[in-house]
């Protein structure tokens, strides 16, 4: 059984290795902890709220290589910036339709700027 | 201009300059390095769910014509030391709670200015308001946390940023830049104009503004005929300016924030005859930037959020000053109409700025004075209680002959509202 998740609140002075964390929670501080930590969850409360896209990014930026969940108010229009940010396991509150989250991540053949994931910037193609 | 990104709490169209490519006093072409703005901020991850929607705004000259420090960031192209960089001004904006862009980095080598977008975008995802929509804009972060927080934070940010690879290479901005070459001008295209029509030279002197290119000019269309309906051209007169650019200015036309057209690239010594096909089609209006080339929004005619009505106050105070010569004797006078606190009409950016409100059911226009969109930006005050449709216009009249009774040579109505302060016209008005 996976270890439980706890807040970022109790994450710290803890040894869990599974974190939550809400949309004011200061990612970063997470960045001392990633040799431990095995999941992520970064919570949705509402789609609109995208401060959980920073919070991704930031901690693949800063090498975290565990699982990134979004949870929450994830819609499938969410999925592929979610993706681009680094995020890999989705947890949404209404499921998703697996044919819409493909055609949506699959609609776009080029980016225009690098992000948290593997794809390559269509300015990067070019130029080398 | 494109189609994406039109609504969303995202980053919306890059704005620039209506002569971009064309003016005499650009450090360079804004064009391509706008299109490298909207190219990195389309569809991009991170900030497609912002606090609240996001405008940029990038000139390169020192004169501002697209209000660029009312945009939640401007950027300026400047040079420094033969060297082209970005000077950054965040958190600004109109609206129910206008604020003027700070400085917030006076030089960010060109090289590094997605990077820093980029931070100061990240910074305002994580720590812009979110809690109440009207608060939710950077300018309000900006202000809560001062524009020297900000800046430091952007900074730190920056630091980190600049090691992800987002900048392009130049190659990229080198292949962009070809989609914006300059046309085909003509090299020993002549300078001379002959100026002995004096309607011709009248409009000339009001409407055609140097261009960087010798021979050439920039035509400035004023749709503001007096009484008009500003902005509004008929479907004859839209061909006319179509087929003007076609022969006259390689194909283009732009749209002004200001309500008005320009023809880019104009020879000289094709001035006349553009000139005579827009007057035979009412469209030589020789008033650009004088008072009655009103920036007016549609009000409560068109316009589901409007308390007031915009166009009809325009129509009256165009009309009010019909006299050419008078018109002229005052001189630059940006009058700036909205119909709502939304200011889609940029009434805190007018010289006079009219705000439509609803007072108990009644129509009611405040009257704001000493506002610009320009490099000398500022955010007009209120003058006092406001006035009904008829009033508004007996006010604005008032304003401006007291302008002219106390302006020192050479002076704007800005500067002489600047000079002496509201008190004076306060009097007039209301006195």
Request: proline letters at 5%; glycine letters at 8%; charged letters at 25%.
């Amino acid at each position: 059984m996976a270890d439980p998740i706890v807040s970022f609140a109790e994450f710290e002075g803890s040894n869990a290795t599974a974190v939550r964390i809400e949309p004011g929670d200061d990612a970063r501080a997470l960045i001392p902890h990633l040799d431990r930590l095995t999941l992520v969850e970064v919570t949705f409360p509402k789609f609109r709220d995208g401060r959980g896209y920073s919070s991704a990014r930031i901690l693949r930026e800063a090498g975290y290589e565990g699982t990134m969940r979004a949870a929450g108010d994830v819609l499938v229009d969410q999925v592929p910036f979610m993706t681009r940010c680094g995020f890999d396991d989705f947890a949404p509150d209404v499921p998703l339709n697996e044919a819409d989250v493909k055609a949506a991540l699959g609609r776009y053949a080029d980016v225009y700027q690098p992000a948290a994931d593997a794809r390559v910037p269509v300015w990067k193609l070019r130029h080398g | 201009m494109h189609a994406f990104q039109t609504s969303g709490n995202c980053i919306r169209n890059i704005s620039s300059d209506q002569w971009a490519g064309a003016a005499a006093d650009e450090v360079a072409d804004p064009r391509p390095w706008a299109e490298l703005l909207r190219q990195w901020s389309t569809l991009h991850p991170e900030f497609s769910y912002l606090p609240r929607k996001f405008k940029i705004c990038l000139i390169a000259s020192d004169e501002d014509r697209a209000a660029m420090r009312l945009h939640d960031i401007g950027i300026q192209l400047v040079e420094r030391d033969g060297k082209l960089g970005a000077a950054f001004y965040v958190g600004g904006g109109m609206g129910r709670t206008p604020m003027i862009a700070p400085l917030i980095k006076d030089f960010v080598p060109i090289e590094d200015y997605l990077s820093y977008s980029e931070a100061c975008l990240r910074v305002y995802n994580r720590y812009g308001r979110r809690d109440n929509i009207y608060k939710a804009r950077i300018k309000i972060l900006v202000h809560e946390i001062g524009a020297e927080e900000y800046a430091r934070q952007v900074e730190e940010e920056f630091a980190h940023v600049k090691t992800l690879g987002i900048d392009p290479p130049l190659a990229e901005l080198e292949r962009i830049s070809a989609m914006f070459a300059p046309p085909a001008f003509e090299a020993s295209a002549s300078d001379e104009l002959d100026r002995s029509d004096p309607d011709f030279a009248v409009w000339v002197d009001q409407n055609v503004k140097p261009h960087k290119q010798a021979g050439y000019s920039i035509v400035n269309i004023a749709l503001k005929p007096i009484g008009g309906i500003p902005g509004d051209a008929t479907s004859a007169q839209i061909d006319v300016m179509a087929d003007l650019a076609e022969r006259y200015s390689f194909d283009e036309l732009r749209v002004t924030h200001a309500q008005n057209i320009v023809l880019p690239h104009v020879a000289k010594r094709d001035l006349y005859a553009v000139w005579s096909a827009l007057n035979d089609a009412d469209l030589a209006n020789a008033n650009l930037d004088l008072i009655s080339d009103i920036i007016a929004c549609p009000g409560l005619d068109y316009c589901s959020l409007a308390n007031a009505r915009s166009i009809p106050i325009a129509q009256k105070i165009a009309t009010r000053f019909a006299d050419a010569e008078r018109q002229r004797d005052v001189g630059e006078l940006k009058l700036k109409i909205s119909g709502c606190i939304n200011a889609c009409g940029h009434h805190h950016a007018g010289h006079i700025g009219i705000l439509g409100v609803d007072k108990k059911g009644v129509e009611n226009y405040q009257l704001t004075l000493g506002g610009s969109g320009a490099e000398d930006v500022s955010v007009g005050k209120i003058l006092g209680p406001g006035f009904d449709e008829d009033g508004i216009v007996d006010a604005v009249e008032k304003a401006v002959e007291k302008y002219r009774n106390i302006r020192e040579p050479g002076e704007r109505f800005l500067d002489t509202y600047r000079r002496v302060g509201a008190e004076p016209f306060k009097e007039a008005v209301y006195g």
